[in-house]
């Protein structure tokens, strides 16, 4: 079993729909909680950080983390052609520089 | 957040050879990492460069195949040594947002884009 878990997708959806993203871990030390953003032949971009549960809002995007679950989610709302790229969850334990990685979910949003 | 450069950006390979790939970063930092891409796979960590010491290598990379350097705070290098096809993958290197502590997070630079054939 992976450390952590994305469903690789890909997800289309129309012009103005909500994306919903979700990865899901075993390690139960993971405290820092990341989203990245991959456009095609580009390096990650962080969208989104967040430390232990709850919601963080950002615009049109809403990472939440629930470590009762190990399951933390990324919403887009409104979402847009520009939002089309491959999203990466990623994590952290405490004072702990190693990232882990999901394997990425791929997003169209359709014009 | 840092700017970050690599070259190349992409490169044709053939079997055997050796490719180093450049890092850098303009402005200081302390911890800079080697990641590797392959497709529909989860980014792996190969290395940590840290200035003034040895690279820190993860489970299932070495250095004689991964000779990394780091001469400084802004730059480092990575070599893929004696390449085979199953090095084809995209290397990306990132540094940490600050001295390691619970808040530091990475940001990556736009990686190099390595076929070997």
């Known amino acids: 079993q992976k450390e952590v878990e994305q469903d690789p997708g890909p997800l289309s959806v129309p012009e103005g729909a909500i994306v919903s993203l979700n990865c899901t871990y075993s390690n139960s030390a993971f405290q820092y909680f990341m989203w990245y953003r991959q456009y095609s032949r580009k390096g990650p971009e962080l969208l989104m950080y967040t430390y232990s549960s709850g919601n963080k809002e950002d615009g049109r995007f809403t990472a939440q983390v629930d470590k009762s679950s190990k399951y933390i989610s990324l919403f887009i709302r409104d979402s847009q052609p520009s939002d089309s790229a491959t999203y990466l969850c990623a994590m952290s334990e405490a004072n702990d520089y190693k990232l882990s990685f999901g394997a990425g979910t791929t997003v169209t949003v359709r014009a | 957040s840092a700017v970050i450069s690599q070259k190349p950006s992409r490169d044709i390979c053939q079997r055997g050879t050796s490719l180093t790939i450049q890092c850098q970063v303009d402005s200081q930092v302390t911890m800079m990492f080697w990641y590797r891409q392959q497709p529909g796979q989860s980014l792996t960590l190969i290395a940590t460069?840290?200035?003034?010491?040895?690279?820190?290598?993860e489970s299932g990379f070495v250095i004689d195949k991964f000779p990394i350097s780091r001469p400084n705070l802004t730059f480092s290098t990575l070599t893929v040594s004696n390449m085979s096809p199953e090095d084809s993958s995209i290397y990306l290197c990132s540094v940490a947002s600050g001295r390691i502590s619970s808040t530091d997070t990475q940001y990556f630079g736009p990686g190099t884009r390595l076929t070997v054939l």
């Open positions: 460069a840290n200035q003034g010491s040895e690279a820190t290598y």
